[in-house]
């Protein structure tokens, strides 16, 4: 009796434990059931690995049948009756193959993480509501009249997308949504806004003033302003002129005494620091163009590589949209965003580089209360603060954050310390809606695409070149630049009781930076600052958004060559040159080669006197064997880099706080004009009081030091062991960093300063394209990974070779449906009756 | 030939109810096998064979109408951080300890109910 009991009892606890588990999970562990299941869990995404090769599906508020036909790529090439049905068709095939990235990234733009993934989302959804970007994005959507073009275009959108939802069962969800255990929710038009707010986040949300505060309550106002000045120190415009590049060789101001006024002490130690990552300068993107009498086959020529964080699946997708007589554009789009953003149609290409200008300054606020305001002073009157509650839920809708927005006329306020900062940005007055892609994408000349974008882009401002096949080339930034009332630049914070420190308008378009059909001949643009500095011009910005050696590097190669070709175009795209290296090695070697000055005291007598080479002269061996290229097999890239790497440590440490990390970091310009001061102050390294140091000092022990850890942590150098592409390999990650369906170790050429900076981190090339502007447009392209967003599927990784080559992929652009034969799949969307 | 008539009935249903309604068919149609069958131990056997055989047959249907298994797998083990077929094993572990649970507890509950008898003299 008693065994059948335990027998029983036994039973029935381990059933219950199991189905607890399998329905509910455990801890981190998602349900096992649902994870599991082989017909509707994981696994279902084996099943779903590839699309069917013919389907149909029924949508509502189609006007007619929609064909679309798969190419061997997988690229959908859409032909429709109409636009609207041509972006509703975009929606579908979009949700059909990266509905979870789609999901994903909405949320994250509206401050909606935690909802899928928990609480561990919470602080980065809590930043993106305090800056109000969800707020601005509904606004802006609410603002929008129903029959309003850019409405229509994200209601067509949104009917595709959730066409495509109400085909699928649990079975067909994505993998991802098993392993958080999450469910797909229906998509609204107003997260095209959403996503697009981010992306102005990403490419605009650059507070340059923080720099400088946090610089001057280290080394005082003269010297911080000398280090991260207004104008890049080395100049090659967008906007060329005869005369560039140059370079700015005036003394650098020396660090001086701390700033200890009351503003800087205050903000310097509140602010939070901007998550600075000195490399992310190296990043950004590249375009250029070359006008028909320097290529060889005398058609313009069009390259764009935007460099954004790599994921798999990547940001990009790539779609083809056709209707008849009205529109017929190729390119890639962002899952969300309803248009084709970077492509071409049979006329005109283009693609974007991120300007970097300064559409962001912040005002300390006079306010009533220094806990809650209500009320903040302009003039000589006192304006009510707006109040809004924002709260925050996790997976299981339980509240983990209830937070007060404050908003003043100019934007989000917010405390820092015990001053109240509020902060004014353009894409939260005037956000970014899809009209722009939508109406340029039907231009028949490269002016005609700039100024229809000229008229729609408010932000984020990008660096727009085209190219058309009547042989015109051209440039423009495009955005919304502000007026600073004041006339000063934004790199100072204004007191903002005094309505004369407000903005006063935005720059009339004939002042944008841009030109047309250059004498030279070609157009380049690589985030460098867009005007010459020398022209007096109200401020843009400071230049420091980005590293100038990818600008220095592409107009070399293009002064070069008369006779440019496609594949020239490809190639440069990959280029192994660093003008940052031509320029650096001289001093290293230098360095390398000289012996301790009377100034400086030997470390530890390990002055290089003896018989033995010393680590310092086994680096300059190193370095000297260099050709000072980042092909995949070099061995003395990565010496190179853990040098700089040193230098920046070594001659940066007055900007140390007492954590040893740095409160700001000066871009590369400044480094380099300081390689020309070979005594200025700067080089004293602190932490050697005894010794004054100078410029070849630094970079000697710099460069021993980057010697002995190489060998310590790869072994002594070799062509095997410090093989670039495997030490700084690139990191192509999941979306949600699972590592199994990420692409960890990709080699490539190129590194920091080249042409294509994707090396060694998670940042890089995105998407690559080249045209060629003929009678009959002639395009190549690929991305990194694949146009399916199943991991299961061989359409989810299958470019990354080929990226990672170098090489691009023939792009396929039929004219009518029936000029692609044998499609991988074809899909027929048909009208529904409600 | 019985008992493998009963097992490709099961199978088929095992895998079928997972196919329309989830892993809850596992359970359930053990725990009705278990009930319905008059032999405990036979009916125990009866239903995680079943069980695994079910499973493993749509996997194998999944491989055949879309890609491989074998790289997902990995992909899936290094992602939830579990060792080399890891999912696969635990998707073949998991109905069995599901059916086995659930017929244990059923059988269980039957002998309760049943009333013991003495054991016949030789």
């Known amino acids: 009796m008693a065994a059948r009991h335990v027998l029983l009892g036994v039973s029935a606890a381990a059933l219950a434990a199991t189905l607890y588990a399998s329905a509910c999970g455990i801890g981190p562990v998602p349900p096992l059931g649902r994870l599991l299941d082989p017909a509707n869990g994981a696994w279902a995404a084996v099943g779903a690995a590839d699309l069917p090769s013919r389907a149909t599906a029924d949508m509502p508020a189609l006007g007619n049948d929609v064909e679309v036909r798969y190419d061997d790529r997988g690229v959908p090439h859409i032909f429709a009756q109409s636009e609207m049905d041509a972006y509703r068709a975009l929606g579908y095939v979009v949700a059909r193959d990266r509905l979870f990235q789609l999901d994903l990234q909405t949320r994250a733009a509206s401050g909606r993480l935690s909802e899928m993934v928990g609480g561990v989302a919470r602080f980065a959804d809590e930043e993106t509501r305090q800056l109000g970007m969800p707020r601005a994005a509904l606004a802006k959507w609410r603002s929008m009249a129903v029959d309003d073009m850019g409405r229509r275009i994200l209601d067509a959108y949104a009917d595709g997308v959730n066409a495509y939802m109400e085909t699928m069962s649990e079975r067909s969800w994505p993998v991802e949504y098993r392993i958080l255990d999450a469910r797909p929710e229906r998509w609204e038009p107003v997260n095209s806004l959403h996503l697009f707010m981010r992306m102005s986040n990403i490419l605009t949300y650059i507070p340059s003033e923080f720099d400088r505060i946090a610089a001057r309550a280290k080394v005082g106002r003269a010297a911080a302003e000398a280090i991260f000045p207004l104008n890049s120190l080395v100049q090659e415009p967008i906007q060329p002129n005869e005369a560039t590049p140059w370079f700015d060789t005036s003394a650098i101001a020396p660090p001086g005494t701390p700033d200890t006024s009351a503003l800087v002490r205050t903000l310097a130690s509140a602010l939070r620091p901007w998550p600075f990552d000195e490399n992310r300068r190296h990043f950004a993107s590249n375009n250029w163009a070359v006008a028909p009498r320097r290529t060889k086959n005398g058609y313009a020529l069009l390259a764009g590589d935007p460099h954004l964080e790599l994921s798999l699946p990547s940001i990009w997708y790539e779609a083809h949209l056709v209707v008849p007589g009205v529109l017929d554009v190729y390119g890639v789009t962002i899952p969300g965003a309803p248009g084709i953003i970077l492509g071409f149609n049979r006329d005109v290409a283009w693609s974007f580089t991120n300007t970097g200008a300064d559409v962001l300054d912040f005002f300390q606020e006079t306010v009533d209360d220094s806990v809650l305001p209500k009320q903040y002073r302009v003039d000589d009157s006192w304006k009510p603060v707006q109040r809004e509650v924002e709260i925050i839920r996790d997976n299981r809708g339980k509240v983990i954050a209830v937070d007060t927005l404050l908003f003043t006329h100019r934007g989000p306020l917010t405390r820092r310390g015990s001053t109240w900062l509020s902060m004014r940005w353009i894409p939260l007055e005037d956000p970014l809606d899809a009209t722009g892609f939508v109406q340029a994408a039907k231009a028949k000349s490269a002016r005609a695409y700039l100024d229809s974008m000229a008229r729609y882009w408010p932000a984020p401002a990008q660096n727009m070149i085209a190219a058309d096949r009547g042989g015109s080339i051209a440039i423009r930034s495009t955005g919304r630049f502000p007026f600073r009332g004041y006339g000063g630049d934004g790199l100072t914070i204004r007191d903002g009781t005094s309505s004369a420190n407000d903005w006063r308008g935005d720059w009339p378009i004939e002042q944008y930076p841009q030109a047309f059909d250059p004498p030279q001949g070609y157009l380049a643009s690589a985030n460098q600052q867009p005007l010459d500095a020398r022209l007096k011009r109200s401020y843009l910005g400071s230049g420091d958004a980005a590293e100038v050696w990818r600008a220095l590097r592409i107009n070399e190669l293009l002064r070069a060559d008369s006779l440019v070709t496609p594949d020239a175009m490809r190639r440069y795209q990959t280029d192994p040159g660093s003008e940052r290296a031509d320029l650096w090695m001289p001093a290293l070697l230098e360095a390398a080669g000289s012996r301790p000055t009377d100034r400086e005291l030997p470390e530890n007598g390990a002055a290089s006197l003896g018989d033995a080479p010393s680590p310092l002269g086994k680096a300059g061996a190193v370095l000297a064997s260099w050709d000072r290229r980042y092909t995949k097999d070099n061995h003395q890239a990565v010496l190179f880099e853990r040098t700089l790497s040193n230098v920046t440590r070594l001659l940066w440490d007055e900007l140390e706080d007492s954590t040893g990390s740095r409160v700001a970091t000066p871009s590369g310009d400044v480094t380099l004009a300081l390689l020309a001061q070979p005594r200025n102050a700067w080089w004293d390294v602190r932490a050697t009081p005894n010794a004054i140091e100078d410029r070849n000092a630094v970079l000697a022990r710099a460069l021993s030091a980057a010697y002995d850890s190489l060998v310590a942590q790869l072994g002594e150098p070799s062509p095997e062991r410090w093989r670039w592409d495997r030490v700084r390999p690139a990191r192509i990650s999941h979306l949600l960093r699972l590592r199994g369906f990420s692409a960890e170790s990709v080699g490539v050429q190129g590194g920091f300063g080249t042409l294509n900076p994707s090396a060694g981190g998670g940042f890089g090339s995105s998407w690559r394209m080249v045209v060629e502007l003929g009678p009959n447009v002639r395009a190549w392209g690929t991305y990194p990974g694949g146009q399916s967003g199943n991991p299961a599927s061989s359409r989810y990784r299958d470019r990354i070779k080929t990226w990672s080559d170098g090489e691009l992929d023939s792009l396929t652009v039929p004219a009518v449906a029936a000029d692609l034969t044998n499609p991988r799949h074809t899909l027929r969307l048909r009208p529904r009756d409600n | ?122």
Do not use: C, E, Y
Not at chain 2, 101 to 122: D, E, N, S, Y
């Open chain 2, 1 to 122: 030939m019985r008992a493998l008539r009963d097992t490709a009935v099961v199978v088929v249903l095992m895998g079928a109810g997972t196919w329309l309604f989830g892993w809850w068919a596992i359970p359930i149609l053990s725990a009705i096998v278990a009930l319905w069958h008059r032999r405990g131990r036979r009916a125990f056997l009866l239903v995680v064979v079943a069980a695994a055989l079910s499973w493993g047959i749509i996997l194998w249907i999944q491989a055949l109408f879309g890609s491989s298994l074998a790289p997902f797998d990995r992909a899936l083990a290094i992602s939830l951080g579990v060792s080399p077929n890891g999912p696969l094993v635990l998707t073949v572990l998991l109905p069995v300890l599901l059916a086995a649970t659930a017929a244990g507890t059923v059988i269980g509950l039957k002998q309760l109910r049943r009333p013991r008898t003495a054991a016949t003299p030789a």
